[in-house]
Nanobody, 124 residues
Framework: QVQLVESGGGLVQPGESLRLSCAAS????????IGWFRQAPGDEREGVSC????????IYADSVKGRFTISKDYAKNTVYLQMNSLKREDTGIYYC?????????????????WGQGTQVTVSS
């Protein structure tokens, strides 16, 4: 069974960093694409980043480009999202999701399986 479990969220001040983890089971990270999404209250779920299953091609939303980095650890079956220079507008619930060869990596409809989310709050 495909399962995704996010962790690593918390309360940080602007300019600080967090590393989110997405522990995967039931599939191989070499086959499935992994995406990170976030959702603030009243907003639609926003695509943040994606890493492909085969060639590890990475995609970032313009709002996080240069600050966030997505990566994999095959030994731990885990995908990470390193978030640096955090801003207040980065606040939201962060979800990881997976799908096989997604057509539009930053669109939530492209993904089949989702984790429960982890809260990230950036506030002074």
């Amino acid at each position: 069974q495909v399962q995704l479990v996010e962790s690593g969220g918390g309360l940080v001040q602007p300019g600080e960093s967090l590393r989110l983890s997405c522990a995967a089971s039931g599939f191989t990270l070499e086959t499935y694409d992994i995406g990170w999404f976030r959702q603030a209250p009243g907003d639609e779920r926003e695509g943040v980043s994606c890493i492909s299953g085969s060639e590890n091609v990475t995609i970032y939303a313009d709002s996080v480009k240069g600050r966030f980095t997505i990566s994999k650890d095959y030994a731990k079956n885990t995908v990470y999202l390193q978030m640096n220079s955090l801003k207040r507008e980065d606040t939201g619930i962060y979800y990881c999701a997976t799908g096989a060869a997604v057509a539009a990596p930053l669109l939530s409809v492209s993904y089949e399986y989702w984790g429960q989310g982890t809260q990230v709050t950036v506030s002074s």
